[in-house]
């Protein structure tokens, strides 16, 4: 996906259905020796004082919208000459009670309208792109406390289920420089996670999200296992991997082992490093460069692991797109994540389901299990977009967006994949208008659940148990 996406079959440039911005988070020319505003640079300073937040205190830092507009009633006086004064005193005055009250009626009519107005937008799960979520500020109205001081009592949504066996997740407001995101808005959006699966993978460390998944996951008190993750730059020199190790290693110290599951090194590190090195397969010789330079941070981060005394031992993985992974780097870890799309691959949405499965087993796991440690794989990313912001985009091939093709895809995946003890990661949570705006046609429109954290009206969430 742009930013977290992958076309299996090749280089993404060369499909007109792609754009040529940088994958992953957004990492620009940015010069990380200079920190950035509200981060601690190479992971200095202390992000303990997370878990010491009060929950009263969460959204402290929202800025509250006041009215201004005041009613002038001398605006109303029409400044008319009479004859005789006291006529004219007389009729001002009527003139100013008439006025007043026509204003009134207007005030009225006005506030019923917006309220009506309000509440269809709601109910239609409408798509708002300046909804608090968007922004890193959490919808007061996606999720009920039955005590507003204690995130653990959220009341449960009958129409969610744990179907999933996992969801790809990037809270909003985490990438450099611009950080904005929120404890407030994590934990609402863990209160909705929980209810549909156990299972959360991130994509980076910036802006701290790590510790905020964590102590979202420690107020809320779900039963939730993140796979953190750390998204090095192959053209950077280390900085963006140095700088998020010492972030994964602030929030592992602070919260312990327990509700993690992995820390994946790399996100499509090897596509992105084969499309900056003049194409070719992974596992050619330019490959096998790019792959050694991913290998020494996968092994860094397990001898981090592995001298921090931890009470269980943190596996380490790489994801990367499904036709990329060099075997070297699957050598060198104890899992696999593979972005497999059925969009992207042109399919349509009878075969979508069926084409994913077939192609991760024939390219990732068949290929896994040929190697001396066999890192157990799973699908880091499948899904399907809704909309795209333009007519051009809104199919690729024989794959058309729609809300009724993701609820299909849904359908005839979920499920099934559940049933056959496959491991995947469904993408996405919720739209993303960030990606839209930077990217265009389908890219912000991949959620389950709109940007203000409602549910997509004709999204049905299956009942069966993921495991």
């Not at 090749?10 to 792609?18: A, I, K, L, Q, V």
């Not at 090194?265 to 490093?273: A, C, I, K, Q, S």
């Not at 593979?338 to 389901?353: E, G, L, M, R, Y």
Request: hydrophobic share 35%; glycine share 10%.
């Amino acid at each position: 996906m742009q930013a977290y996406r992958d076309n299996p079959f090749g280089d993404p440039r060369s499909n007109p259905s792609y754009d040529n911005g940088p994958t992953g988070h957004q990492y620009d020319g940015h010069d990380a020796s200079q920190g950035y505003p509200g981060i601690p640079l190479s992971g200095q300073g202390d992000y303990r004082n997370v878990a010491t937040m009060s929950q009263p205190d969460l959204g402290s830092n929202v800025d509250r919208p006041t009215s201004t507009s005041q009613w002038d009633s001398s605006r109303y006086n029409q400044g008319s000459t009479w004859v005789n004064e006291q006529e004219k005193q007389t009729r001002r005055s009527k003139i100013v009670v008439i006025a007043g009250v026509v204003v009134l009626v207007i005030i009225i009519a006005v506030s019923v309208s917006v309220g009506v107005t309000v509440g269809r937008r709601n109910s239609s799960h409408n798509n708002n792109s300046n909804s608090p979520s968007s922004s890193g500020v959490s919808n007061p109205d996606a999720v009920n406390q039955t005590d507003p001081n204690d995130p653990s009592t959220f009341v449960k949504d009958p129409n969610l289920h744990q179907a999933f066996y996992g969801i790809a997740y990037t809270p909003v407001g985490s990438q450099l420089p611009d950080c904005g995101n929120s404890l407030a808005a994590v934990i609402q959006d863990i209160q909705l996670l929980s209810q549909i699966t156990k299972r959360v993978r991130l994509y980076g460390a910036d802006c701290n999200q790590s510790a905020l998944v964590l102590e979202a996951i420690k107020q809320t008190k779900v039963d939730m296992t993140v796979y953190l993750g750390n998204y090095p730059i192959p053209t950077d020199g280390g900085a963006a991997y140095a700088r998020q190790k010492d972030i994964l290693k602030q929030a592992i110290e602070t919260y312990g082992a327990g509700p993690i599951g992995g820390v994946t090194v790399g996100n499509e590190f090897m596509l992105n490093w084969l499309n900056d090195n003049g194409g070719g397969e992974a596992n050619s010789p330019v490959g096998a460069q790019g792959a050694q330079l991913l290998i020494s941070n996968i092994s860094d981060t397990k001898t981090m692991l592995n001298g921090m005394s931890l009470s269980k031992s943190i596996p380490v993985g790489n994801a990367d797109a499904g036709a990329f992974f060099n075997n070297d780097v699957l050598a060198a870890v104890e899992y696999g994540m593979a972005n497999v799309h059925p969009w992207f691959a042109n399919q349509t949405i009878d075969a979508a389901a069926s084409w994913t499965m077939q192609f991760f087993q024939e390219n990732n796991v068949a290929i896994a299990n040929a190697l001396a440690n066999k890192p157990i794989m799973s699908i880091a990313e499948t899904g399907w977009p809704t909309k795209s912001s333009d007519a051009g985009n809104a199919n690729n091939g024989a794959s058309v967006a729609s809300i009724p093709n993701l609820q299909k895809f849904i359908d005839t995946f979920v499920c099934q994949a559940n049933s056959a003890g496959v491991e995947y990661y469904f993408f996405e949570f919720a739209d993303e208008d960030w990606k839209d705006k930077q990217f265009g046609g389908v890219e912000g429109w991949w959620g389950l659940f709109n940007q203000n954290r409602t549910l997509k009206s004709g999204i049905t969430i299956p009942t069966c148990q993921a495991p």
